[in-house]
Structure formats: structure tokens, C-alpha cells
């Protein structure tokens, strides 16, 4: 892992927090919302948390611990204002310490939970519109049935969550083998046991601290041999991220961090071995709305690609194949978008490559790695031409498609690697 520089702190928690954890005693349930800027959805978050947690879990003692990564707007006095008196539920709401990011965060849940013996953890985002008190219970049954880690199972909009459709669900499939949709889904369900394990690992003060949180969970759950299920959550209905808008930084961390542990000893010696992929269960009755679709700009997604390729040509061809840098060419002289089409099996080269060429290159592998987003960019702008007029179930068919052509594919990145 990439340790980031700066003051290395041995707990997340700062002493206020701490002291009212100490207060508590116990818990049998942890439920953590980490949080910034989210002044505007965190009160309906809590309640619907709060609700779930009195409604289906009301005989065990509760905590809500909402851990914000500093923000500056109301997050934390809006948080603090949510009256949940009438449950028998407590809350913290804390600034954590560390890396900004999701993963500092979580660890200043983690380490409340494990503090408290938390039976049962939940993590829920800040920004979640379409959150029920059943998400709570189809997130934390399983804990108690005997389950190590839940991950979300979503209806979503066929163009929400780019970077999971694109590399996440596939590369999870292909290189560890489980069928796990949503991997950085961010609505998780975890045992004491594994939140004990994730806390005793040495990760909090590098890159995995920032956004590559959700896909290191749920790669050392499965490589640990943890047991994982999906829990049913109904529609994801969040501040989307538009996939026309930049998401540089958050791909940049998470695929980063896929990337990282690939060539780490322990989840190399794993995925090498898999062949092939398994079903995850997937608990719990359909829960919440349907998806709401949005707009996007494919405009700026194409245009984005092509800056891109002014800039960095000489580099796709030496990391590509000359196949696919010829295909590359093509689309940056294409006048006519609605023609923008990248085929699955130059994605699955692409995606294999960088992820080799990152394993071999000594130094600034992030810098390497930036040169690969233009060509995400231009994978999405494919799938939405591929995409448009295909209903939702039609489009998930497609998605289901490429990640088997990724395993089947698999033979081509062992061989690059080796």
C-alpha cells in the first residue's frame, strides 16, 4: 500500500467520542454513518435508521455514530439535532481523525464498535434518499443468522455506478471469483469478528483511507474467507454522480486500490488460483422505490476521451494492443457520436493491461493509472450508446455479459503477468 505522508494516528477517535463510548458500556448494534457535507439528506438518514432499528431490532441497545470528515457546512449540527429521544437509541456525531476520506471514517465506527463488542455493524452513506427501516433490517438480519459480511444488492439506474459496471463487479467476479454486484456499494453489514480483522490491518494511513475503502472490505472478505452474503435494498437513490461529471479522484482511488491489491502477496497468491465464479446469496424481500433514471452528457464524456488522447497517445500505445490503439484511433476521429462504440473485449484488454502495467511500473503508478480515465470515459460513453434504449433488465443482461467475458479473458492477464 501506498503510506501517505502526514501525522500517523493510532485511533480515529477523538476524546469526546471516546469518552461517551466509554459511557455506553456495550451495544449490540453499531450502525456508523460517515459523512461530509450532507447537510440536506443526514436528518433523514438517522430517522429512517433509527426507525429500522426500534421497529426490528427494538429488544437489543443501539448506537447511531455519525463520523464527519470535517465538514463545513450543518452536517454535524443538523446531525446533532435529530431528535430520536422516543427510541431507546443513542447517537454520536464526531469529526474523526486521519486521512480525510471514507476510510478514516469507518475506522472511527469500527473502532467504536469493537470497543462497545458490537454484535452487528451497519454503514449507511449520508446522501441516501431512498433509505427505509428495512434497509436496516435486510442489512443486519444476516449478521445475527450467521453471516460476516452483507453487501447491498441495488435496483439502479442503468448508467448509475460507472465504476462499478465497468471495472468493480467485474474485476471482484474474475479475479476472487464471487458474484458480488455491488462491491463498493457503500451500505454494508459486517460481524464483530470482521470488523476486529479490518481494524488489526495495516491500511489506515495509506491510500485505502481515502475512497478505496468499499473495495478493500469486500476483496479481504472474500480472500479471508469470511461469510458473505447480498442483502435486497431496493433502489439506490443518492446525490448521483453523474458520470459526465469528473469522478477522476474517485476513480483514481478505487480502481487504485483493486490494482494495489492485486500485486500484494496474499490477494495475488488467491486470485492467481480462482477459475471461474460462484453465486452470492442474496437475503431479504425487495425493499424501497424503483430507480429514478438521469440524464447524461455523453457529449462531455467523448470530449473528455479525446482530450485525453491529444495527451496521452504515445502512452496508450505502448500500454495497449496495437489492436485496440488502432480502435482507440478510430474513435477519436469519429465526428459522429451516436457511433461511439468501444467493444467488450477491447474494454476487458484495456482493464487487464493497466492493471498489469501498473503492477510493473516501480514508481508514480498513479500518475500511470491517471492516463486511464480518459479511456473509462470513452467505455461509458459506449455503453450509453450501446445502452439507451434498452429497458433496465435488458441492460443488466448486458452488464451480467461482460463480466463473464472478463472471466473468460482471465487467462490473458495470467499470461501478461507471468
Known amino acids: 500500500m501506498i503510506i501517505l505522508p502526514g501525522i500517523r494516528f493510532s485511533t480515529a477517535l477523538r476524546e469526546p467520542a471516546r469518552k461517551k463510548i466509554e459511557k455506553l458500556g456495550y451495544a449490540d448494534i453499531v450502525v456508523g454513518i460517515p459523512s461530509y457535507f450532507s447537510q440536506n439528506t443526514i436528518a433523514y438518514v438517522i430517522e429512517q435508521v433509527a426507525k429500522g432499528l426500534e421497529i426490528y431490532f427494538g429488544d437489543k441497545k443501539c448506537l447511531i455514530f455519525v463520523s464527519d470528515g470535517g465538514s463545513t457546512d450543518d452536517t454535524r449540527e443538523v446531525a446533532e439535532e435529530v431528535d430520536i429521544s422516543q427510541y431507546n437509541i443513542?447517537?454520536?456525531?464526531?469529526?474523526?481523525?486521519?486521512?480525510?476520506?471514507?476510510?478514516?471514517?469507518?475506522?472511527?465506527?469500527?473502532?467504536?464498535?469493537?470497543?462497545?463488542?458490537?454484535?452487528?455493524?451497519?454503514?449507511?452513506?449520508?446522501?441516501?434518499?431512498?433509505?427505509?427501516?428495512?434497509?436496516?433490517?435486510?442489512?443486519?438480519?444476516?449478521?445475527?443468522?450467521?453471516?460476516d459480511y452483507i453487501c447491498p444488492y441495488y435496483k439502479r439506474w442503468k448508467f448509475d455506478g460507472t465504476i462499478t459496471n465497468t471495472i468493480a463487479y467485474n474485476l471482484t467476479r474474475a479475479l476472487y471469483g464471487k458474484r458480488i454486484r455491488q462491491p463498493i456499494g457503500g451500505d454494508f453489514g459486517m460481524s464483530y469478528k470482521l470488523v476486529k480483522d479490518y481494524l488489526d490491518k495495516d491500511v489506515w494511513e495509506t491510500e485505502v483511507a481515502k475512497f478505496g475503502i468499499d473495495i478493500w472490505m469486500t476483496t479481504t472478505a472474500i480472500v479471508d474467507?469470511?461469510?458473505?452474503?447480498?442483502?435486497?435494498?431496493?433502489?439506490?437513490?443518492?446525490?448521483?454522480?453523474?458520470?459526465?461529471?469528473?469522478?477522476?479522484?474517485?476513480?483514481?482511488?478505487?480502481?487504485?486500490?483493486?490494482?494495489?491489491?492485486?500485486?500484494?502477496?496474499?490477494?495475488?497468491?488467491?486470485?492467481?488460483?480462482?477459475?471461474?465464479?460462484?453465486?452470492?446469496?442474496?437475503?431479504?424481500?425487495?425493499?424501497?422505490?424503483?430507480?429514478?433514471?438521469?440524464?447524461?452528457?455523453?457529449?462531455?464524456?467523448?470530449?473528455?476521451?479525446?482530450?485525453?488522447?491529444?495527451?496521452?497517445?504515445?502512452?496508450?500505445?505502448?500500454?495497449?494492443?496495437?489492436?485496440?490503439?488502432?480502435?482507440?484511433?478510430?474513435l477519436f476521429m469519429l465526428e459522429n457520436i451516436d457511433e461511439f462504440i468501444m467493444p467488450v473485449e477491447t474494454w476487458v484488454r484495456i482493464v487487464y493491461r493497466y492493471a498489469y502495467n501498473f503492477h510493473i511500473t516501480p514508481r508514480q503508478k498513479f500518475k500511470m493509472l491517471n492516463t486511464m480515465i480518459p479511456l473509462y470515459n470513452a467505455r461509458v460513453a459506449s455503453l450509453y450508446n450501446e445502452l439507451k434504449d434498452k429497458s433496465s433488465d435488458e441492460s443488466e443482461e448486458y452488464y451480467e455479459k461482460q463480466a463473464e467475458r472478463?472471466?473468460?479473458?482471465?487467462?490473458?492477464l495470467l499470461n501478461l503477468w507471468e
Open 406 to 412: 472478463f472471466e473468460d479473458m482471465k487467462d490473458y
Open 225 to 330: 474467507g469470511y461469510n458473505i452474503c447480498q442483502a435486497r435494498l431496493g433502489a439506490k437513490i443518492h446525490q448521483e454522480k453523474d458520470p459526465s461529471k469528473d469522478l477522476s479522484n474517485m476513480y483514481r482511488e478505487v480502481v487504485g486500490t483493486i490494482f494495489k491489491l492485486m500485486e500484494t502477496e496474499k490477494y495475488e497468491n488467491f486470485w492467481k488460483k480462482i477459475r471461474g465464479s460462484q453465486n452470492v446469496p442474496i437475503l431479504g424481500d425487495f425493499v424501497g422505490m424503483e430507480p429514478e433514471p438521469f440524464d447524461i452528457d455523453v457529449e462531455s464524456l467523448v470530449e473528455y476521451f479525446k482530450i485525453g488522447y491529444n495527451n496521452f497517445a504515445p502512452i496508450w500505445r505502448e500500454i495497449l494492443e496495437d489492436e485496440d490503439f488502432k480502435l482507440i484511433q478510430k
Open 90 to 147: 443513542e447517537k454520536i456525531v464526531t469529526c474523526y481523525r486521519g486521512i480525510p476520506g471514507k476510510g478514516s471514517a469507518l475506522r472511527a465506527v469500527f473502532e467504536a464498535a469493537e470497543f462497545l463488542k458490537a454484535r452487528a455493524v451497519a454503514t449507511f452513506d449520508s446522501d441516501l434518499k431512498s433509505i427505509t427501516p428495512e434497509w436496516v433490517k435486510n442489512i443486519l438480519e444476516p449478521v445475527f443468522e450467521g453471516y
